[in-house]
């Protein structure tokens, strides 16, 4: 059963993203369709820690690396996964 969890209240709007100049607009909806795909791909037993972590480290990493707005849909579905996984790995970590 998914946890309450409201992608929405993550979501990002151009005035959020203006250190992409002039591409405010297409950087915030790229983050922000990141963002769904992540609320997509998320998995029953995640935990809304783990989806906090998941958006946390997508914005972080928007942030830092510009050229992410380059990215196809396959590439942003591989980011996704492979964040979704480690965090996921990360908790089992923590947990045993």
Known sequence: MFVEFDI???LVTKQDVVFFEE???????????MLHHI?????DDDTTEQLE???????????????L?????????DYVRNLMKVVREQEE???E
């Open 39 to 43: 609320n997509a791909l998320r998995e």
């Open 53 to 67: 972590e998941m958006v946390r480290r997508t914005l972080y990493d928007w942030i830092e690396e510009p050229a």
């Open 8 to 10: 929405h209240s993550y």
């Open 23 to 33: 591409q405010e607009e297409e950087a915030a909806d790229r983050i922000n369709e």
């Open 69 to 77: 707005l380059d990215l196809s849909f396959d590439e942003m579905d």
């Open 93 to 95: 970590e923590w947990n």
